[in-house]
């Protein structure tokens, strides 16, 4: 088959590559409308229990995540000057396109009553010109009496206060969020450059922006960075610039097609799939240097230039092909997990890891075939003395020390489990942010002076026969109770709710009387709700905490962002269990209560993305040990392949566990991804070595040198690439991505010590191979590990003349 493959793409090149080219046009096309996702990642499936709750309680009550607090904790902003600077700073933050309220001190309303209609009204308590000092001062005073905002707007005990701008729901989850959040920076620099006051900014719709962009520029930055270095790697093995230019030309190819296919599927760029386009640039080299590689092997043998690109098809269709194919299945099986950016992820990153391969295996034969011959300086890298070596070495260690081998690989084995224990899996709200960045120190000021800005949201249903429960004092005194409870735990700010409005209500019935902020007695509720009863709420506050028919409440908190551990102990095992004693009616059913909101999520969020990214390691593990039966039709030799690469990925389990680095979707990831091009390592070995057993009459250690030797450097080049690669993720501003690069490029380098060294020897020790014995591997042949069958090449004997000049 691979024989009219080859033909067919040397015949028809040119059209190929001009198809090629007009789908990089049309993928460009879509590419350029690819968009950057402002979203949380959603990782709990739409038709999950708490997901239809957060949905229901969202198309009820409104969003719960659209919050952007302006927090400032310095007493100069009481002073009148400033204090009016900051009143403008609200108007001004208010006229920004997407912003819905500004809520703030100096914009603070007081409720007031209209007798003759009997109702309730909001008034500002600062008119728009002050007469002087001593109206500010007084009106101040007044301003700090109204216990509704107290411990919300402002912090009683030092003085700490923020402004609450509510954001439009279309423009949150859109670009347009991009001008918004730069607009409000700009008026927050220009308040703190008219002032000298330090403003602190936080919420969610900011982080996941602010988050969003720096995954914009560091996906461009890895992008330059990987095509730089392991293109300078790549030209210290070949010495040719062409080489570089084109392989690296190729590559940028598929990275069109990757952007153009997350637009195509409606995807959008997010934190993990902003990795995509560097690990194909990572993998893109690795094959042109498998075809390369073998392409002058071919010249240098044939000194036919046509006939040797030709022999590359051949021989290294098949081989390239499962060198992308492992890969791949380590992507793709994270289709079957249940969360979206994983699926995307997975999906992405497998359909152009193997578009890579039809594009590296059409277009490098195609493209060298029209440049000129390779000299004797671009053949160089086929005789590294050096790395010669240090395969002889390993050679030597193979033979004469497996027993220190196998001591070496059970403790490690031991320490790796040891580790292993020691492994947590939590993740926190707003993870990987560095934590010297702005956005991690402003969040910190509001968890210690509110709080923290986290949603948290609660519902109370009754299904009382009475008419308007809410509306009943016991009931309201019950959701009180509760509420000072929420307000005792450090973690949880002052909780808003339909209780807050009814105790600020009466408060402004007394003429806003800071004493009386209270629920009304039984007594006074008869002539206080009346009021609330013609209430128009022209503001949308009430109806955003309780139902029209009063029945349904809302109880609404900010969270400190603690960890998903802590956060689903305080959830689950303290606010829960209390919610329940002090509300719901011991044996009966008439009180409804659920905790839910984006905090909620998140909790459960977690549990799901652990849970499924070890599936999704399992199913990759059956996929390839599938493929492995395939290839070897031998379970002793499946078990032999499997051992070195299974002991490098717990050997970086166990070092996540000693330096305390926890288990979230970054770094599960690692798992995935590199199992599957580990694996390759072991196939291009064993491949070679099948063809040695044949070779040397079934005489297994003539057969083990033979193949430390002739596929030690191609294992030993693909590392150093891959290697390369991926540690410049450990210079991302995020945790979780510097995590995955270090730890990746970590479990490469150890996977190929462990297939250099303990492979060969566990060869040696357990493999007992028959004549009979027929095998798919035997198909790879040695192209797989890139000699030719024939014959030895010895490049001190070879002397290539060009007589055109060789410069380039």
């Given at each position: 088959?691979?024989?009219?493959?080859?033909?067919?793409?040397?015949?028809?090149?040119l059209?190929?590559?001009?198809?090629?080219?007009i789908?990089?046009?049309?993928?460009?096309y879509y590419?350029?409308?690819?968009?950057?996702?402002?979203?949380?990642?959603?990782?709990?499936?739409?038709?999950?229990?708490?997901?239809?709750?957060?949905?229901?309680?969202?198309?009820?009550?409104?969003?719960?995540?659209?919050?952007?607090?302006?927090?400032?904790?310095?007493?100069?902003?009481?002073?009148?000057?400033?204090?009016?600077?900051?009143?403008?700073?609200?108007?001004n933050?208010?006229?920004?396109?997407?912003?819905?309220?500004?809520?703030?001190?100096?914009?603070?309303?007081?409720?007031?009553?209209?007798?003759?209609?009997?109702?309730?009204?909001?008034?500002?308590?600062?008119?728009?010109?002050?007469?002087?000092?001593?109206?500010?001062?007084?009106?101040?005073?007044?301003?700090l009496?109204?216990?509704?905002?107290?411990?919300?707007?402002?912090?009683?005990?030092?003085?700490?206060?923020?402004?609450?701008?509510?954001?439009?729901?279309?423009?949150?989850?859109?670009?347009?969020?991009?001008?918004?959040?730069?607009?409000?920076?700009?008026?927050?620099?220009?308040?703190?450059?008219?002032?000298?006051?330090?403003?602190?900014?936080?919420?969610?719709?900011?982080?996941?922006?602010?988050?969003?962009?720096?995954?914009?520029?560091?996906?461009?930055?890895?992008?330059?960075?990987?095509?730089?270095?392991t293109?300078?790697?790549?030209?210290?093995?070949?010495?040719?610039?062409?080489?570089?230019?084109?392989?690296?030309?190729?590559?940028?190819?598929?990275?069109?097609?990757?952007?153009?296919?997350?637009?195509?599927f409606?995807?959008?760029?997010?934190?993990?799939?902003?990795?995509?386009?560097?690990?194909?640039?990572?993998?893109?080299?690795?094959?042109?240097?498998?075809?390369?590689?073998?392409?002058?092997?071919?010249?240098?043998?044939?000194?036919?230039?046509?006939?040797?690109?030709?022999?590359?098809?051949?021989?290294?269709?098949?081989?390239?092909?499962?060198?992308?194919?492992?890969?791949?299945?380590?992507?793709?099986?994270?289709?079957?997990?249940?969360?979206?950016?994983?699926?995307?992820?997975?999906?992405?990153?497998?359909?152009?890891?193997?578009?890579?391969?039809?594009?590296?295996?059409?277009?490098?034969?195609?493209?060298?075939?029209?440049?000129?011959?390779p000299?004797?300086?671009?053949?160089?890298?086929?005789?590294?003395?050096?790395?010669?070596?240090?395969?002889?070495?390993?050679?030597?260690?193979?033979?004469?020390?497996?027993?220190?081998?196998?001591?070496?690989?059970?403790?490690?084995?031991?320490?790796?489990?040891?580790?292993?224990?020691?492994?947590?899996?939590?993740?926190?709200?707003?993870?990987?942010?560095?934590?010297?960045?702005?956005?991690?120190?402003?969040?910190?000021?509001?968890?210690?002076?509110?709080?923290?800005?986290?949603?948290?949201?609660m519902?109370?249903?009754?299904?009382?026969?009475?008419?308007?429960?809410?509306?009943?004092?016991?009931?309201?005194?019950?959701?009180?109770?509760?509420?000072?409870?929420?307000?005792?735990?450090?973690?949880?700010?002052?909780?808003?709710?339909?209780?807050?409005?009814?105790?600020?209500?009466?408060?402004?019935?007394?003429?806003?009387?800071?004493?009386?902020?209270?629920?009304?007695?039984?007594?006074?509720?008869?002539?206080i709700?009346?009021?609330?009863?013609?209430?128009?709420?022209?503001?949308?506050?009430?109806?955003?905490?309780?139902?029209?028919?009063?029945?349904?409440?809302?109880?609404?908190?900010?969270?400190?962002?603690?960890?998903?551990?802590?956060?689903?102990?305080?959830?689950?095992?303290?606010?829960?269990?209390?919610?329940?004693?002090?509300?719901?009616?011991?044996?009966?059913?008439?009180?409804?209560?659920?905790?839910?909101?984006?905090?909620?999520?998140?909790?459960?969020?977690?549990?799901?993305?652990?849970?499924?990214?070890?599936?999704?390691?399992?199913?990759?593990?059956?996929?390839?040990?599938?493929?492995?039966?395939?290839?070897?039709?031998?379970?002793?030799?499946?078990?032999?392949?499997?051992?070195?690469?299974?002991?490098?990925?717990?050997?970086t389990a166990?070092?996540?566990?000693?330096?305390?680095?926890?288990?979230?979707?970054?770094?599960?990831?690692?798992?995935?991804?590199?199992?599957?091009?580990?694996?390759?390592?072991?196939?291009?070995?064993?491949?070679?070595?099948?063809?040695?057993?044949?070779?040397?009459?079934?005489?297994?250690?003539?057969?083990?040198?033979?193949?430390?030797?002739?596929?030690?450097?191609?294992?030993?080049?693909?590392?150093?690439?891959?290697?390369?690669?991926?540690?410049?993720f450990?210079?991302?501003?995020?945790?979780?991505?510097?995590?995955?690069?270090?730890?990746?490029?970590?479990?490469?380098v150890?996977?190929?010590?462990?297939?250099?060294?303990?492979?060969?020897?566990?060869?040696?020790?357990?493999?007992?191979?028959?004549?009979?014995?027929?095998?798919?591997?035997?198909?790879?042949?040695?192209?797989?590990?890139?000699?030719?069958?024939?014959?030895?090449?010895?490049?001190?004997?070879?002397?290539?003349?060009?007589?055109?000049?060789?410069a380039?």
């Amino acid at each position: 088959m691979w024989n009219k493959i080859a033909r067919f793409i040397i015949q028809y090149r040119l059209s190929l590559i001009l198809l090629i080219g007009i789908i990089t046009i049309v993928m460009g096309y879509y590419a350029s409308r690819v968009q950057m996702s402002y979203d949380f990642a959603r990782t709990v499936p739409l038709d999950d229990p708490d997901m239809v709750m957060l949905q229901r309680f969202r198309a009820q009550f409104g969003e719960d995540g659209n919050i952007i607090a302006i927090g400032v904790k310095d007493s100069a902003i009481y002073e009148q000057r400033n204090f009016e600077a900051y009143r403008t700073l609200g108007r001004n933050i208010k006229q920004i396109s997407g912003v819905s309220e500004v809520i703030s001190l100096p914009l603070m309303k007081m409720i007031l009553k209209d007798t003759a209609n009997t109702r309730f009204y909001l008034a500002n308590i600062f008119p728009d010109r002050m007469k002087d000092s001593r109206q500010y001062d007084s009106l101040l005073k007044f301003a700090l009496d109204q216990k509704f905002y107290s411990g919300r707007l402002i912090n009683e005990t030092n003085g700490a206060t923020m402004a609450v701008i509510t954001v439009n729901k279309d423009v949150m989850n859109s670009s347009l969020r991009e001008p918004l959040t730069a607009a409000l920076v700009k008026e927050c620099e220009a308040f703190e450059h008219q002032t000298g006051i330090k403003l602190h900014l936080a919420g969610l719709p900011f982080i996941r922006t602010v988050v969003a962009n720096k995954v914009k520029r560091e996906m461009q930055l890895f992008l330059y960075a990987s095509a730089i270095i392991t293109g300078l790697i790549m030209f210290v093995f070949f010495r040719s610039f062409r080489a570089v230019m084109f392989s690296m030309i190729i590559i940028a190819i598929v990275v069109v097609w990757t952007l153009g296919t997350l637009s195509i599927f409606g995807f959008k760029i997010t934190l993990l799939s902003g990795l995509i386009p560097p690990v194909i640039v990572t993998i893109g080299i690795t094959n042109a240097i498998y075809l390369l590689n073998k392409y002058h092997l071919e010249f240098v043998r044939t000194k036919d230039k046509l006939e040797a690109i030709t022999t590359v098809v051949k021989k290294m269709g098949l081989a390239t092909f499962l060198t992308n194919l492992t890969v791949a299945i380590g992507f793709l099986t994270l289709l079957s997990t249940d969360i979206l950016i994983l699926r995307e992820f997975g999906i992405v990153a497998g359909i152009n890891i193997m578009a890579l391969f039809f594009v590296s295996l059409v277009m490098i034969p195609s493209i060298f075939s029209w440049l000129p011959t390779p000299t004797e300086r671009h053949l160089r890298h086929l005789n590294f003395r050096v790395m010669g070596r240090f395969l002889k070495a390993i050679d030597i260690t193979v033979h004469r020390h497996r027993p220190i081998i196998y001591i070496a690989s059970m403790a490690l084995t031991i320490l790796s489990i040891l580790g292993i224990a020691k492994l947590r899996s939590v993740s926190f709200m707003v993870d990987d942010v560095p934590e010297d960045s702005d956005v991690k120190k402003d969040l910190v000021f509001f968890e210690q002076n509110f709080s923290g800005v986290m949603p948290l949201e609660m519902v109370v249903e009754f299904k009382s026969k009475k008419r308007r429960p809410l509306m009943e004092v016991n009931n309201l005194q019950k959701i009180e109770a509760f509420e000072s409870f929420l307000d005792s735990l450090p973690e949880v700010s002052k909780p808003l709710s339909l209780v807050s409005l009814v105790k600020a209500a009466k408060q402004g019935f007394y003429n806003n009387n800071p004493a009386r902020y209270s629920l009304p007695s039984r007594g006074e509720r008869n002539f206080i709700l009346p009021y609330m009863k013609n209430q128009s709420d022209n503001s949308g506050v009430f109806t955003s905490f309780v139902d029209s028919t009063l029945t349904t409440m809302r109880i609404s908190c900010q969270m400190a962002d603690i960890g998903s551990v802590r956060l689903d102990s305080l959830v689950h095992y303290t606010i829960e269990p209390r919610m329940k004693a002090l509300l719901v009616p011991e044996g009966k059913d008439t009180v409804v209560t659920a905790i839910t909101g984006s905090t909620k999520i998140f909790i459960k969020g977690t549990k799901f993305l652990i849970a499924n990214l070890q599936e999704s390691l399992l199913l990759a593990f059956l996929l390839i040990t599938l493929s492995m039966a395939a290839l070897f039709a031998n379970v002793r030799m499946i078990v032999i392949s499997l051992i070195p690469n299974l002991l490098a990925l717990m050997i970086t389990a166990g070092i996540m566990g000693y330096l305390d680095i926890p288990l979230k979707a970054s770094t599960a990831l690692i798992f995935s991804i590199t199992f599957g091009i580990s694996v390759d390592n072991s196939i291009r070995f064993l491949a070679k070595y099948r063809q040695e057993i044949l070779a040397n009459n079934f005489f297994i250690p003539v057969a083990v040198s033979d193949s430390i030797m002739e596929t030690g450097k191609s294992i030993m080049y693909t590392s150093i690439v891959l290697f390369a690669g991926f540690i410049i993720f450990a210079f991302s501003s995020f945790g979780g991505t510097i995590a995955l690069g270090l730890l990746t490029s970590t479990t490469l380098v150890i996977s190929m010590f462990t297939n250099l060294i303990l492979l060969p020897a566990l060869i040696m020790t357990f493999d007992k191979p028959r004549k009979k014995d027929d095998m798919l591997i035997d198909e790879l042949g040695p192209s797989y590990y890139g000699e030719h069958e024939d014959e030895e090449i010895d490049l001190d004997k070879i002397r290539i003349h060009n007589r055109h000049s060789a410069a380039e």
